[in-house]
């Protein structure tokens, strides 16, 4: 009853009043996942009062109590994210990925804290399985716009479509040799005068290809190489390249696509099976 007093309260935008009763309802319950879950609360709460700061402990306290408890680490994330605090952002929708790959909201949120620390192998990637999960929606249309300000170099959007969100300058090793992969392929793409389709296709194959031949080559992998990385890489030599191309292109061109895959149904066919038995590992 505790709990449902702060969730009206929150929901009615009257959350600082719920305070109070979720604390209640904590020291009340013996449960781990009912505490875990007014936490969730709590720090949703605070969150709309625009307490990050109380926000982030509420919902760090959560994961102490039930470390597996993945709208803890969405939440969190998301908490970091308002706060600009994109590493830590990173790390959160790391975690909530590893026990929910299949929520989009999450693999959206590690795509966009990515982007702008600029890691935009990384983004593009997250952005690229967002949309196998959501590909139509405004958030897909977001999504697709932005890989393709990703491949064509630009910055992030913000939601109204606006140049404001900074990038962070500073590159590793790793990050830097990406960033460079994905400008040399783009221009070789362009190159061999390819468009449309055609040119995204292959920059989605070849991006794919390095990104996984560079994560071949290392030993000691983090989430990015064993999740993203390694799994594109086997998507890359599959022949579902065109099929996965179309998919994630349906919010840009709905009619153009959508008749590409009714006319080609084996090849979505083959993709369907391929993702259904091809998970993605960390």
């Known amino acids: 009853a505790n709990y449902e007093m702060a969730f009206s309260l929150l929901g009615s935008g009257k959350g600082a009043n719920g305070v109070p009763f979720v604390e209640k309802a904590i020291k009340g319950s013996q449960s781990t996942l009912f505490i875990a879950s007014c936490y969730d609360l709590l720090g ?22 039930n470390p597996k408890y993945q709208r803890l ?33 999450s693999q959206r949120m ?11 192998m990384n983004a593009l990637m997250a952005f690229c399985n967002f949309l196998l999960l959501e590909p139509q929606g405004p958030r897909s249309a977001e999504a697709f716009g932005n890989i ?11 939601d109204k479509g606006k140049n404001t969100i900074m990038l962070s300058p500073k590159d590793n090793k790793d990050n830097g ?15 061999k005068k390819l468009s449309g389709m055609d040119l995204l296709e292959y920059e989605f194959k070849n991006i794919f290809t390095i990104a996984g031949e560079q994560s071949a080559a290392k030993t000691d992998k983090d989430f990015f190489w064993k999740f993203y990385a390694d799994y ?9 390249i065109p099929a996965f191309t179309h998919l994630v292109s349906v919010s840009a061109n709905k009619d153009i696509n959508t008749k590409w895959m009714n006319e080609h149904d084996e090849q979505v066919k083959a993709l369907d099976s391929w993702l259904a038995s091809t998970p993605e590992v960390f």
Do not use: C, W
């Open 148 to 158: 393709q300000h990703i491949l064509q170099g630009g910055v992030l959007k913000d």
């Open 177 to 191: 040799s990406l960033n460079l992969a994905i400008s040399m392929v783009v221009l070789s793409g362009q190159t």
């Open 44 to 65: 949703s709460i605070y969150d709309q009062d625009k307490q990050s700061v109380k926000a982030i402990e509420a919902y760090k306290k959560g994961i102490e109590v």
């Open 232 to 240: 594109f890489y086997k998507l890359a030599k599959s022949d579902n």
């Open 110 to 120: 590690y795509a966009l804290v990515t982007f702008h620390q600029n890691k935009r």
């Open 73 to 105: 680490h969405y939440n969190l994330g998301i908490a970091y994210f308002r706060n600009k605090q994109y590493a830590e952002a990173e790390a959160s929708a790391s975690e909530a990925i590893k026990l929910d790959p299949k929520h989009a909201s």
